[in-house]
């Protein structure tokens, strides 16, 4: 799914700011056995090692390498020891990025009781990686438009059960992280005021759809998309992840282009995201993602990190410092590599 190199390598440029340190704070790993998508730690690395000073990750969960026996409330603990393997490799290797913390799965509507069996599993499988879960929330009644589908529930962020296992999250130190769509961010506004004591990642913008019922409304929708984010800013146990626009259910159809975008066009299109998520939330609070390789089927690494140092080329060092490795480190208690 993910070996476009051909078609992503007719757009090439030169790496600009080089030497600027990156903690890329959200990607995906799937084994070589998944039978659909395979990007390992090789892959990652052939991204990562691709002109950038990429020094560490953090890994996303992604229904990778799940246990195929067991209780099905621990299968997503496999997960954590695919990317604890992958992890000891990474630190094992010279001059490549290392895996430096992970987020994992868990159904957190689970009883308390199993809900903590399964938090202790991964804390144990994951050696030491291990920092929160992330149960998405995304859910729309047209998702048989969208490439990527959905995985939430209708109306989980108001399930007693569900903010019970978030609130238990923040109780033993853990984040929360969620995606969902555009429609839903004040949903999810509604649930970090909800669990105050839990550090919350808003990832991807909060997905602003443009596919479906949503084609051809960017301009609308982002007017009261800009006031949604402005919303959820106001609670203080909320980061926000920057990136992840290059989804092809965002609508902006370079995957389908002959030429990927180059990194002056994605700046065109998506800069005002970047800004106005920035100005609402302090650059303390915000930390720049790859999503890859899902927003790789859109654009390339080297590209798109490119153009995320051209959105903040007239910010202060202070805070490209916060938002290309600073706030990252600071949310999941990553020390900088020695």
């Given amino acids: 799914m993910f070996d476009n190199n051909d078609w992503l390598n007719r757009q090439r440029e030169e790496v600009i700011d080089r030497d600027r340190e990156i903690v890329d704070p959200h990607h995906h790993l799937w084994p070589k056995t998944h039978p659909v998508i395979i990007y390992d730690l090789e892959d990652l690395w052939g991204d990562t090692g691709d002109g950038h000073n990429v020094t560490q990750t953090i890994f996303m969960e992604c229904g990778a390498a799940y246990r195929e026996d067991g209780p099905d409330h621990l299968k997503p603990v496999g997960e954590s020891e695919y990317i604890a393997e992958a992890a000891r490799k990474s630190r094992s290797s010279c001059g490549q990025a290392t895996i430096a913390a992970m987020v994992a799965h868990a159904d957190l509507r689970l009883p308390l009781k199993t809900l903590d069996e399964v938090l202790d599993a991964h804390i144990e499988a994951s050696e030491g990686l291990f920092r929160g879960i992330r149960h998405a929330g995304p859910y729309d009644p047209a998702s048989a438009d969208f490439l990527i589908s959905p995985r939430g529930p209708e109306g989980l962020y108001h399930d007693p059960d569900f903010r019970r296992g978030v609130a238990h999250l923040g109780a033993r130190g853990f984040t929360y992280d969620t995606w969902n769509y555009h429609h839903q961010i004040l949903e999810f ?106 927003d790789r089927l859109s654009i390339s690494f080297r590209t798109l990190w490119n153009g995320l140092k051209k959105i903040t080329a007239d910010y202060s060092e202070e805070e490209k410092s916060a938002l290309f490795a600073g706030t990252a480190r600071k949310v999941y208690s990553v020390a900088p590599p020695v």
């Fill in 189 to 294: 506004r509604d649930l970090a005021a909800a669990v105050p004591e839990t550090t919350m990642i808003l990832d991807h913008f909060g997905t602003p759809l443009g596919v479906g019922p949503y084609a051809g409304k960017r301009e609308d929708n982002f007017e009261k998309w800009k006031d949604d984010i402005a919303a959820v800013a106001e609670q203080k146990n909320v980061f926000a992840k920057l990136g992840g626009l290059a989804m092809p259910d965002n609508g902006f159809g370079w995957h389908e282009r002959d030429r990927p975008p180059s990194s002056d066009e994605f700046v065109d299109a998506q800069a005002k995201y970047y800004h106005h998520t920035i100005a609402c939330f302090g650059a303390e609070r915000c930390m720049l993602e790859s999503n890859f390789p899902v």
